[in-house]
């Protein structure tokens, strides 16, 4: 079985990519951030400097293990979904669930220790870069340079792997429960959520909220200590609302479904794929707020402490400077991060609809007409995903504002909420029209043969 | 752009040519066919796997593009600028019953049947749609969805879509393949009284010589060329056409020296 799934890989690199890079981007992160506890053993730091690196270390380190294992996850998922079909012939070919499930597993490790190998140089550089960082901001002693050992290689590949196969294992046992091919039954996307999923986001918004009155409470008269506890609220809200964007996206759609119908057939089509498809598309979503609720938040958060700062003076103007950058690189690499998959995400999802896309252009679309309701689509995703993000991470700002300068209102005014909509909506549409805009160039006819 | 074919004439195909691929691997797919049908006339093609029927449907009703070669369909020439300008072509005459339904699977039976009519920014008028459907047998599954429906169910709710629109010629592409004889049967007498008592013209591919014996002729079509005709047909004359089916077309290839 290990055979067919190499060979499975290398006939369809394309539809691996989106896992590939997702792997990439993440043991880049984790080996990075790693990196930073070798160089704390290795140089043999002490006091502040080692503290500031092993907290680095665990926090960025943790951030970037979650949400790798989240967008491992969801693109492996989505590849198997796609590959339904294909997992269904096996299946009446005589392979049993288990060579099946030995197959997803094997093709998971071989994509996940690809990316880990790929990502070995550039986590390396970007080690280095932040090691540099810190020494520009005094927290590290020149003396101690960056090394990249065996922490960082070990979670590197470790967590990668372990996401990837964790990733496989329930993607076996969700096409395992599905029902073999009837092209009719893909449409049943029942979007229920499982009570796991719901008990997690549950928990994952309780202690979003335990963060934010912590900030407020516990961390209040901590200055800039509060920061982390108050980014953590808005990390952990965005999260919890990505597990329920298919509630979420049910829930607007009815509440948009009149003004969509204004742009007639095709805010019909849309609304229908939004209803119907709805799991499909939140997979889209959950990027977007986690890109919005990360970025808004962040922002917010970096803009009070500064303004706070500018009526204290407890920490040197430069090295208060160079923490703000910090701050930036961390979480530029995290919306990077994020951008990268809702591209991918929406890429994969909207080449696997070309024989939907046939199907409404021999029932009498034109290539217009379909466009526009992909474009249609992607301008509800992303304006419901801005909207969601941008107000969980009032949960991290908010609090902070109150703790740092006495005032509910955050910094920085509505500016970062605003780029990050047009960020958000540009990579959305421009994605989805692009990637529809391919699927429409095969004669409908041909697109609607499996 | 509108030439005039002769008056009473549904379909004209003249010298219609259909090359796939290039250099060594070229298949003539379709090597010249030409072809007039009568209005209100009920045609079968057949001919074996290959010979070139679904391609033949598919260049007649605009959804592929001949190599060579026209086609007027309604006395209006089949020639379009780009897909969006075929596909309007395409709303206004002419319906299409797909082998593999092409039914969207996230629209319930009334939806996918006016779906057309939207597209096509008509007017929908949903008594019609309905009447449609019930003439079909499906007035009590209107919002059901096509998961929920039978194969030859499913097969009707095309038929429906097909004619809500009151296309002049509808094609269908084996539109019995995957129906049982009862179903199957039910599917002919439909497209039957679609020509009988609303004037369509209608022209199917099948490879069932049952199924063309419904027809008020049969095209026969082998390695792309039209390689017999037979009028008022019945399944066993089909039947045994089809079995010489190879000796006509060696015989044609001769007589024209391909």
Known sequence: ?450 | MTVRTAAGEALRLENVRKVHGTGDGKVDALAGVSVALPAGSFTAVMGPSGSGKSTLLQCAAGLDTPTGGRVFVDGAELAGRNEAALTRFRRSRIGFVFQQLNLLPTLDVLQNVTLPLKLAGRRVDTAHAVETLRRVGLGDRLHRMPAELSGGQRQRVAIARALVARPPVLFADEPTGALDTRSAREVLGLLRETVRAHGRTVVMVTHDPVAAAHADAVLFLADGRLVGRLAAPTAEAVAERMTHLGDDAEVQRARTGA
């Open chain 1, 1 to 450: 079985m290990l055979g067919l799934a190499l060979r499975s890989l290398r006939r369809r690199v394309s539809a691996f990519t989106a896992s590939l890079l997702a792997a990439f981007l993440g043991a880049t992160i984790i080996m990075a951030f790693g990196s930073l506890l070798d160089t704390s053993v290795s140089g043999g730091a002490t006091g502040a400097a080692a503290e500031t690196l092993t907290t680095m270390a665990a926090v960025v380190g943790g951030w970037g293990l979650v949400l790798v294992v989240f967008a491992v996850t969801s693109t492996l998922t989505l590849s198997a979904r796609q590959r339904a079909g294909e997992l269904a012939l096996l299946r009446s070919v005589g392979a049993t669930p288990g060579q099946i499930r030995r197959m997803l597993v094997g093709e998971a490790a071989g994509l996940a220790v690809a990316g880990a190998l790929a990502a070995v140089l550039p986590a390396w550089l970007a080690g280095r870069g932040i090691v540099g960082l810190l020494h520009d901001a005094d927290m590290v002693p020149r003396s101690i340079g960056h090394t990249f050992g065996a922490f960082a290689a070990g979670t590197g590949f470790g967590i990668t792997l372990v996401a990837a196969v964790v990733a496989a294992l329930l993607a076996a046992r969700r096409t395992g429960r599905e029902r073999p091919a009837d092209p009719y039954a893909d449409a049943a996307d029942a979007a229920r959520l499982p009570w796991p999923r719901i008990a997690a986001a549950v928990l994952l918004l309780g202690a979003a909220v335990n963060c934010a009155v912590l900030t407020m409470t516990v961390m209040r008269d901590e200055g800039t200590m509060a920061m982390p506890i108050a980014a953590q609220a808005a990390i952990l809200g965005s999260l919890s609302l990505a597990l329920l964007s298919p509630a979420l996206l049910r829930g607007a759609t009815r509440l948009l479904e009149r003004p969509l119908g204004a742009f007639g057939v095709a805010g019909e089509l849309a609304v229908v794929s939004l209803r119907r498809r709805t799991r499909r598309l939140a997979a889209v979503m959950a990027p977007i707020i986690l890109f919005t609720g990360v970025g808004v938040g962040t922002v917010h958060l970096q803009r009070t402490e500064n303004a706070a700062l500018a009526t204290a003076t407890d920490l040197p103007e430069a090295d208060a400077r160079t923490l703000e950058t910090l701050n930036y690189v961390v979480i530029g690499m995290i919306v990077l991060f994020m951008a990268i998959m809702l591209v991918n995400t929406l890429l994969a999802a909207t080449a696997h609809r070309r024989r939907e896309f046939g199907q409404q252009r021999l029932a009498g679309a034109t290539p217009g007409q379909v466009l526009g309701t992909v474009a249609l689509e992607a301008a509800v995703l992303a304006a419901v995903g801005v909207v969601c993000g941008a107000a969980v991470s009032l949960l991290g700002i908010v609090p902070f504002a109150v703790a740092r300068i006495g005032s509910p209102v955050p910094e920085g005014g509505p500016a970062a909420v605003v780029v990050v909509a047009v960020l958000a909506a540009a990579l959305t549409l421009g994605t989805a029209y692009g990637a529809a805009r391919r699927a429409l160039a095969s004669p409908a006819v041909d697109a609607v043969t499996p």
